[in-house]
């Protein structure tokens, strides 16, 4: 069967519905990452719906891990919107009796490994593939992850190994929004970005797109060579879509009231990026 | 121990090709030697990097394979704690994790070396398993027993040159209970790992010079630790002593003290640990069991008396 051609259009058209129902939930419940989920939510969304294999069966298909497991609401419309996870789940998210998280936790549909500690899941990803390889099974494995946790040695420990051993099946997507908790990224230690370079000294294959333009996410890892790991650097805004919460620190956690909410939403609608 | 693991884990691996060997540039024996060269792909060396090392087996296992993760005991699980519990055992995964050199064995190379707080950190993680054999044969079987356990385990080996303790041991290795390795009716030692080989030299010494029939049980698993055994051997003698090389919390001695608490146990209770000091003095391994405070000497008066 030949694979549709990638419609950007619609992935960008779900990205803005998934904004508007991230936003919805953030009103039922305060420990939701909003701007990490919407910086990351195009390199989501474009896995899912332009890159990955996906077959329903966990043991054939394409694997994605979100290793920056504090934008799991991304993760999770994703998968609510592909039947995956029950809609119920998203309306209780962090409520008793019910099993979605903050953080996403292994064993939970949809979700190949628990993440929220940063750092570790390049790692992981590197022990599948090698897995996969070893095993002869042929499927890709997305990882996506962001500018901050490249901070933690186990990344580099992970980048370090996984040319050597062959790996080529993987591909990890870095949210270059810039930010981490405290502040920008790239004023917190400027001597350490920008990462191109450095992640092709480290023996892997290294394209830096628009990481809120679906087209240019698809078309730049389908144009792979697939001789080496491949890590694609998209650089997007935290907050996106959201004016008051683009790049402003205090929104990596926070969850708007009911009059930022009537705002966001109504920005969100306009938000066509 | 770390030949009897080798081999043991030779044997498995031949007939598994679930299996695979992770180091962290460390490597085991002969038995592994051969491993390498007849399955080189499932031999994976990932260099001077324990994160990797840890969080590669926990990848491996969640795809099905059976992973070891191999190196010296405080680089498999100190340097890594945080994949050894998040990757591992949050997860709940397959991933075997051997430590060689539990305690002070490394006893020129200094605390650097020293895994004295290894089994309080395993234990008090969800999920794992701790295994501490006493020699190289204890070794061989809790290596294949570890194949049955379906979450993580922590597996504490000594170094090398162990002697045989276990050849006329009463009772034969069960997986997670208590194994009475030298018959007594006065006396019970209870240890693990390479230590109860001071502890079986005492307890001849105890008969011999005191006519006090000495036991030297082997407690191999930790955790999970089999309550009902002790319960049963704190009632069964008048004296029993824990014996072990690690700190003196967390690990079997404060244990043994909350059971029989628990359990109303009348009999005498006396416990022997390193000392919580890091410690700076070197030569053979009995030379820091001495300056932690694990002189034989010392504690063959002290038991004495005390079973006197």
């Not at chain 1, 609510?80 to 789940?89: F, N």
């Not at chain 2, 597996?155 to 009772?171: C, F, Q, S, V, W």
């Amino acid at each position: 069967m030949a694979t549709p051609p990638f419609d950007a259009a619609a992935v960008q058209a779900r990205c803005q519905r998934y904004r508007r129902r991230i936003l919805d939930i953030s009103q039922t419940v305060g420990a939701l990452h909003i701007a990490p989920s919407f910086s990351c939510l195009e390199l989501v969304a474009t896995s899912y719906f332009g890159l990955m294999h996906r077959t329903g069966d966990p043991e054939t298909e394409d694997t994605f891990v979100l290793s920056k497991g504090h934008g799991s609401p991304a993760q999770y419309v994703v998968l609510e919107e592909l039947g995956v996870i029950p809609s119920a789940w998203l309306e209780n998210f962090c409520r008793p009796g019910f099993p979605l998280a903050t953080h996403p936790d292994y064993g939970t549909p949809g979700i190949a490994a628990s993440t929220g500690s940063l750092g570790h899941g390049l790692g992981l990803a590197v022990g599948m593939a090698y897995a996969d390889k070893l095993n002869a099974k042929a499927r890709d494995i997305f990882v996506v992850m962001s500018d901050g946790e490249l901070q933690e040695g186990s990344v580099w420990e992970a980048l370090m190994v996984a040319p050597s051993f062959g790996i080529t099946r993987l591909v990890a997507l870095v949210d270059l929004n810039d930010f981490q908790s405290l502040g920008q990224t790239s004023k917190t230690l400027p001597n350490f970005y920008p990462m191109l370079d450095k992640l092709r000294a480290f023996g892997w294959e290294c394209v830096e797109v628009d990481g809120h333009n679906p087209q240019a996410i698809h078309d730049a890892v389908k144009a792979r060579s697939g001789t080496k790991p491949f890590v694609l650097l998209g650089r997007t805004t935290k907050g996106k879509g959201v004016s008051y919460m683009e790049n402003v620190p205090i929104w990596h956690y926070r969850a708007p009231n009911a009059e930022e909410y009537q705002i966001a939403i109504k920005e969100v609608e306009g938000c066509n990026p | 121990m770390r030949n009897a693991f080798a081999n043991a884990f030779y044997d498995l691996a031949k007939n598994d090709r679930r299996i695979c060997l992770v180091v962290a540039d460390i490597t085991a024996a002969a038995g592994v030697a051969s491993f390498q060269k007849e399955s080189p792909e499932r031999f994976i060396n990932v260099g001077v990097a324990e994160q990797i090392m840890v969080g590669m087996c926990a990848g491996l296992a969640l795809r099905g394979m059976v992973p070891f993760a191999y190196t010296i005991a405080t680089f498999t699980i100190y340097r890594p704690f945080e994949q050894v519990r998040l990757d591992c055992c949050y997860q709940n995964l397959p991933v075997k994790l051997v430590g060689v050199g539990g305690g002070v064995n490394y006893s020129t190379l200094g605390s650097t070396h020293h895994a004295q707080e290894d089994v309080a950190l395993m234990s008090a993680i969800p999920h794992m398993t701790v295994l501490a054999p006493c020699d190289p044969a204890e070794s061989a079987a809790v290596t294949k027993a570890s194949m049955g356990v379906t979450g993580p385990v922590y597996l504490r080996l000594g170094k090398a040159g162990e002697p045989d303790l276990t050849a006329a041991a009463p009772e034969p290795f069960q997986f997670g209970k208590v194994r009475c390795i030298r018959g007594g009716t006065d006396v019970c030692f209870l240890t693990y790992g390479p230590i109860t080989k001071m502890a079986c030299e005492l307890a001849a010494k105890l008969e011999r010079e005191k006519n006090l029939s000495t036991a030297v049980v082997s407690v191999h698993s930790l955790k999970p630790l089999d309550e009902p055994g002790i319960r049963a051997l704190l009632a069964k003698f008048k004296t029993v002593v824990v014996l072990e090389e690690h700190a003196p919390f967390g690990g079997l001695g404060p244990q043994v003290k909350a059971i029989a608490w628990d359990s109303g146990a009348r009999c005498r209770l006396r416990t022997y640990s390193l000392k919580d000091e890091f410690i700076h003095v070197y030569g053979s391994h009995y030379d820091l069991l001495k300056a932690h405070g694990l002189d034989p000497a010392v504690i063959f008066q002290e038991v004495a008396e005390l079973a006197g």
